[in-house]
């Protein structure tokens, strides 16, 4: 019951349930920075997930190798 009446009273203030007025302001330095951030934020996982998914295929193809020739002296 409650969450019906304040989503009706939040239907009622439109103005007040707008995104945040800094990411779509009128403020052409803000809007640039947010994009930027954005970016920024979306760029680092994937290059954090990326790297560390090289670095596995690099350290298991060195593995391997050490097991290669480690077989290979033992024959």
Do not use: H, Y
Not at 51 to 62: I, T
């Amino acid at each position: 019951m409650f969450s019906a009446l304040f989503t009706l009273f939040l239907m009622m203030l439109p103005n007040a349930v707008w995104a945040c007025a800094v990411c779509v302001g009128g403020n052409e330095e803000n809007r640039q920075a947010f994009i930027f951030t954005t970016i920024l934020l979306t760029i680092i996982p994937l290059v954090f997930i990326g790297g560390s998914v090289r670095w596995l295929q690099k350290r298991s193809a060195e593995r391997q190798a050490e097991i290669d020739a480690a077989e290979k002296n033992l024959r």
